[in-house]
């Protein structure tokens, strides 16, 4: 009984919060631009290894996809670590 009590208080509040951003054009604003300079510095980070590393691919796909930073994250923390072990 108290999961779902919990599910339903957290679904209230998700809901009021949802609806303060929508009411606040310059909160939304703000959050756009946090998650513009969010997903460029992991980006250009993510950019800048696989250039130096030579990989076409990664630099390619890195460039074309905008996936708020996730693949950026994971590039760098995953997959660039594996190509350097297999050398």
């Not at 054009?25 to 510095?41: H, K």
């Not at 890195?62 to 997959?79: A, E």
Request: with cysteine.
């Amino acid at each position: 009984m108290d999961s779902i009590a919990f599910f339903l208080y957290s679904k209230t509040t998700i809901n009021s919060m949802l609806e303060e951003l929508l009411s606040n054009p310059s909160m939304l604003l703000g959050l756009t631009y946090a998650s513009i300079f969010w997903e460029a510095c992991w980006k250009l980070w993510a950019l800048w290894i696989a250039g130096n590393k030579k990989d076409k691919f990664w630099f390619v796909v890195l460039f074309l996809l905008s996936t708020v930073g996730i693949l950026p994250i994971i590039y760098i923390f995953i997959i660039s670590k594996q190509k350097k072990r297999k050398k």
